[in-house]
């Protein structure tokens, strides 16, 4: 069962008593140098990130295990990971896991590395015929990946024990159907695609014809 933390009413939590939950949010990362128009939308939308997730503990009780797209490995050999790999998820992970959560392995390196691969050679102008394979041996290295972080939270998700996940939008990873699922959803995200949309946009005009 997943809910929407935007339009999600005040939980019982006595109905959730012996279940497995998981608070799942969104992932977003800024570059170098990022515009300062962008840093403002974005920090608003880590800001919203930390509040939501802060309230459905709130509700639901105490986070005792956290999950981070690209990170191999468990507790502080995964923060170091995770601060030069996203200083915002991190400064909330770090949080938690001060207060009694454990940060663990995620992700297993190589179908990680062989679906970025894939990603890369999507970005690569080609043929239709080299376009469609690259597709599908993207679409099968992300559901080998994703169903391994699925399997992960499964393995590792005790009792009635709460996780929180962070990875990116349309994610298609299939939780356990005994697990109830939460989305945060930040009011800001909408405007931080926006940006990025109109931004891809503008970069895609500006691009001399070959």
Wanted: charged share 30%; proline share 4%.
């Amino acid at each position: 069962m997943a809910e929407e933390l935007g339009k999600m009413e005040k939980p019982d939590v006595e109905s959730f008593t012996g279940t497995r939950k998981l608070i799942v949010a969104p992932l977003i990362f800024s570059g170098k140098d990022a515009p300062e128009d962008f840093m403002e939308i974005f920090k608003r939308c880590w800001n919203q990130i930390h509040e939501q997730v802060e309230n459905l503990e709130t509700k639901l009780g105490k986070i005792s295990r956290i999950y981070h797209e690209m990170i191999f490995n468990d507790g502080e050999e995964g923060l170091k990971i995770l601060e030069q790999l996203n200083p915002e998820s991190f400064k909330l992970v770090k949080n938690q896991c001060e207060a009694g959560a454990e940060l663990q392995a995620t992700e297993e390196v190589e179908l990680a590395m062989e679906n970025m691969d894939w990603e890369r050679c999507l970005m690569v102008a080609m043929g239709q015929k080299a376009r469609s394979k690259v597709i599908q041996f993207h679409q099968e290295s992300s559901s080998a990946r994703y169903q391994h972080i699925s399997q992960r939270i499964d393995e590792t998700l005790k009792g009635s024990e709460i996780g929180l996940l962070f990875i990116r939008e349309g994610h298609p990873t299939q939780f356990p159907k005994e697990i109830d699922v939460f989305n945060v959803a930040p009011p800001s995200l909408d405007e931080f695609n926006r940006w990025l949309r109109n931004y891809s946009q503008k970069m895609s005009s500006q691009a001399p014809e070959s």
